[in-house]
């Protein structure tokens, strides 16, 4: 089955600690995007990648991190620096071009201890 | 800086009613836009797209319509049912790939 994953399903966290949350595609899609998401806001663009080895920050990058070494593959570290880290984290990948239609993974729910 | 917003926040409707949902955007220079489906603690499920050159989009019950000019776009579900109780999100893409959500709009079709 074609898709997007997203692990674990919950995390949780103590003040200080970083923590890396995974995401992997099937899909062969080029791009891909971290979002996360607050009650009572919209989603919000945190990372997102065109290209392996290459990507941009979003509107509310402070105090994360990523990398893009496969394809297939972009994790998102949630680094102490990030003040208020608890929230729904949302993974998504898109073709480059064409309609760029954006596919969601099932998303991870974050909460800091 | 493009704004999305939906309103209202939540509605409530009998099964079987016709309903539309709202989302509108400040700037018009969009390339598509997007109508998600999210059930609570659940990720996104695209449910249409449409490009800036089309007027309107449908699948099943569902049809999408946009006014690129008014910066308007609407959602029509006809004949509702309880699953279809769920947030309704809009998102509009620029031309960077990058996408801009509304807050969403939390319907509840009531049995």
């Known amino acids: 089955d074609g898709g997007i994953t997203q692990s674990p399903k919950y995390l949780f966290r103590k003040e200080g600690q970083n923590v890396t949350l995974s995401c992997e595609q099937n899909?062969?899609?080029?791009?891909m995007y971290w979002y996360r998401q607050d009650p009572g806001q919209g989603l919000r663009l945190i990372y997102y990648?065109?290209?392996?080895?290459?990507?941009q920050k979003g509107d509310i990058a402070e105090g994360y991190s990523v990398s893009r070494e496969k394809k297939e593959s972009f994790p998102l570290t949630v680094t102490s620096a990030q003040k208020n880290p608890t929230a729904f984290y949302l993974c998504?990948?898109?073709?480059?071009?064409?309609?760029?239609?954006?596919?969601f993974g099932p998303g991870t729910r974050l909460t800091v201890l | 800086k493009q704004e999305v917003t939906q309103i209202p926040a939540a509605l409530s409707v009998p099964e079987g009613e016709n309903l539309v949902l709202n989302c509108s955007f400040t700037?018009?220079?969009?390339?598509?836009l997007q109508w998600f489906r999210q059930d609570p603690g659940k990720g996104l499920t695209s449910l249409l797209l449409?490009?800036?050159?089309?007027r309107e989009q449908t699948s099943g019950r569902l049809n999408a319509s946009l006014d690129k000019s008014s910066g308007r776009s609407t959602l029509y579900i006809a004949a509702s049912q309880p699953g279809d109780s769920a947030t309704y999100l809009c998102?509009?893409?620029?031309?960077?790939?990058?996408?801009?959500f509304g807050t969403g709009t939390r319907l509840t079709i009531i049995p």
């Open positions: 700037d018009s220079a969009i390339y598509n």
């Open positions: 998504a990948s898109s073709i480059t071009g064409g309609s760029g239609e954006q596919f």
């Open positions: 449409i490009q800036s050159s089309q």
């Open positions: 899909l062969n899609h080029d791009a």
């Open positions: 998102a509009v893409r620029h031309g960077n790939e990058k996408l801009t």
């Open positions: 990648s065109q290209i392996v080895n290459d990507f």
